[in-house]
C-alpha cells in the first residue's frame, strides 16, 4: 500500500494544504487538497473518495474533482455516512452553489454517492473500508483501510479523547491520527474534540493495553501557528513511548 499525504493541515496557503489523502492512486481519503495537489491526469485515476465527515477542510475540493471530472469525461464514486452525503447534495452540488454532478450526464452521472455505515465493511477499488465512529462533532467515523496483501492503516479523521472503544475494533500498522492543537491548549481542544500530544499519549496508553503492541503514527491536522511546539512535544511521547511518531507534510510518501 501506498499512501501520499496531499494535505496534512487544518488550514490552506501556499505551503500548506488541508487534510487529504491518496492510497494507490485511486483512493483518496478526504477531499481538503485534492484538486490542489494533483495533476488532472493524477486526478482522471482515482475513482472513489472516501469523507470522514462534513466539516469544510475535509470535503472542500468535492466540487471541484467532480467539474474537472465532468469536463474531462470521467466519474467518481464518493463514500460517507449518508448524513455527509446529504449535505453535500443539499450544500454543494445543489444546483445554486454549483451543479449537480450527481444528475448530470444523465445517462451517466459524473458524482455517484455511496452511504457507508459504522462497523460494516466495504470493499472499495480493491481495498476493504471500515468506518468506525469517533469522538468529533457530528456523525464522523474513521477508517480502516486494509489492503488485498493484509497491509492496514487506521486514520482517525478529526477526534477528541475517548477512544478505547474504537481500539477494540481495529489493529492497524500504520495510525493517521489529528493532533491539532498542543498541550497548553488542551481545554480548547476538548472542546472542539482535537487531540493534542498529551491526550494522545493517553489514547495510545490505551490502544497498547487493548492490542498489545503501538502501530507506527503519523500526526496531520497541526495548526500551521502552533507546529513547531506540535512536533517538539510529539517528540517526547515518541521517547516515552518507545515508538516512530512522524509529523505529516504535504508531498509525503509512506509505503506499507
Known amino acids: ?3 501520499r499525504i496531499l494535505g496534512a493541515h487544518n488550514c ?12 494507490d492512486g485511486t483512493l483518496a481519503i478526504d ?5 490542489s495537489s494533483l495533476s488532472i491526469p493524477e486526478q482522471q485515476k482515482i475513482s472513489a473518495v472516501v469523507l470522514t465527515h462534513q466539516h469544510y477542510d475535509h470535503i472542500r475540493d468535492i466540487p471541484g474533482i467532480a467539474l474537472n471530472l465532468f469536463l474531462y469525461g470521467g466519474n467518481i464514486q464518493v463514500y460517507s455516512t449518508e448524513a455527509v452525503c446529504d449535505i453535500i447534495k443539499t450544500h454543494m452540488l445543489n444546483g445554486k ?3 449537480e454532478f450527481q444528475k448530470i450526464p444523465a445517462k451517466k452521472p459524473t458524482v ?7 462497523f460494516r465493511t466495504r470493499r472499495i477499488n480493491g481495498h476493504s473500508i471500515l468506518p468506525i465512529p469517533v469522538n468529533h462533532f457530528g456523525n464522523t467515523v474513521g477508517y480502516q483501510i486494509t489492503d488485498r496483501d493484509g497491509k492496514s492503516l487506521f486514520y482517525t479523521a478529526d477526534t477528541g479523547p475517548g477512544l478505547a472503544e474504537c481500539w477494540r475494533h481495529i489493529s492497524p500498522e500504520l ?11 488542551e ?9 493534542t500530544p498529551r491526550l494522545l499519549e493517553k489514547e495510545l496508553n490505551d490502544f497498547r ?7 507506527r503514527v503519523v500526526a496531520v491536522h497541526m495548526d500551521t501557528r502552533l507546529e513547531k511546539k506540535i512536533k517538539r512535544q510529539l517528540a517526547a511521547v515518541s521517547r516515552r513511548l518507545g515508538i516512530p511518531i512522524t509529523i505529516a507534510r504535504e508531498g509525503m510518501e509512506i509505503q506499507l
Open 209 to 215: 493495553e487493548c492490542r498489545g503492541y503501538l502501530p
Open 12 to 23: 490552506e496557503s501556499l505551503t500548506t494544504s488541508c487534510v487529504c489523502f491518496l492510497i
Open 31 to 35: 477531499a481538503g487538497g485534492l484538486t
Open 112 to 118: 455517484s454517492f455511496r452511504p457507508v455505515k459504522p
Open 187 to 195: 481545554e480548547f481542544a476538548r472542546e472542539t474534540n482535537h487531540l
Open 175 to 185: 495510525l493517521i491520527v489529528d493532533v491539532t492543537l498542543p498541550n497548553d491548549l
Open 1 to 3: 500500500m501506498k499512501i
Open 97 to 99: 452553489v454549483y451543479p
